[in-house]
């Protein structure tokens, strides 16, 4: 299994602001994930963080509100850009691992005000 | 496109008892992976038991088991000797050929002492 970090682990931010989320996994991997869950609801995927490339995004989520890096196979950040209230939500890293699962950190709760 | 359908979005149980979650999905795939991940309150999303589609034996990972029917699309999960410590949300989540995770939208499990 892996080991991964985000922070921060919550924090409360102004309107049109900017919070950048980091991830970090002790272990190098292949596919990195960000993943959005609003309040009370399931988990929908940002995007595929691609090491060395521009990552893919998923229907509804675009680079210039969401941009991500992915310096390295152990590293991203996930960044929220010109925040909105409706863009409180918790913020989910996970990497995939060969046998299938997703592993997860424990995520990132965004409360805009 | 793949769904997964959770149907019960809260259930009780008793302690000590036994519980059975439902799960059903459609794909045209005939080789991915199934799912169940719990997120307690904490949020920490935390894989429960995998499933990999062209194995017939149900899997089992101590008191959780699943009923895994192919051909019917169903993919249910059963707790047994339920304990204080299972209330969570449950997430059913399949993962297909192209390595993107999809989740339904969760069952809540409380636990009656």
């Known amino acids: 299994s892996a080991v991964i970090s985000q922070k921060p682990s919550r924090d409360i931010c102004q309107r049109g602001t900017s919070l950048t989320i980091q991830c970090q996994v002790d272990?190098?991997?292949?596919?990195m994930f960000w993943y959005r869950q609003q309040p009370g609801q399931s988990l929908t995927l940002i995007a595929t963080?691609?090491?060395?490339?521009?990552?893919?995004?998923e229907s509804g989520f675009v680079i210039d509100k969401f941009p991500i890096s992915r310096p390295n196979l152990t590293f991203s950040t996930l960044t929220v850009s010109n925040m909105s209230p409706e863009d409180s939500s918790i913020y989910l890293c996970?990497?995939?691992?060969?046998?299938?699962?997703?592993?997860f950190g424990e995520g990132s709760r965004l409360t805009v005000l | 496109a793949q769904t997964v359908t959770q149907s019960q979005p809260e259930m009780s149980v008793q302690e000590a008892e036994t519980v059975t979650l439902s799960c059903t999905y459609d794909t045209s795939e005939s080789d991915y992976y199934l799912f169940w991940y719990k997120q307690p309150p904490s949020r920490q999303m935390i894989l429960v038991i995998r499933?990999?589609?062209?194995?017939?034996q149900n899997a089992t990972e101590n008191r959780f088991s699943v009923n895994f029917q192919k051909a019917a699309k169903s993919f249910s999960l059963k707790i047994s000797d339920s304990q204080l410590g299972d209330a969570a949300m449950y997430f059913c989540a399949y993962r297909s050929k192209n390595d993107k995770i999809i989740f339904g939208k969760g069952t809540r499990l409380h636990i009656l002492p």
């Open positions: 996970s990497v995939g691992w060969p046998t299938g699962e997703l592993f």
């Open positions: 272990s190098q991997v292949t596919m």
């Open positions: 963080a691609n090491q060395g490339s521009e990552a893919t995004y």
């Open positions: 499933q990999e589609a062209y194995k017939q």
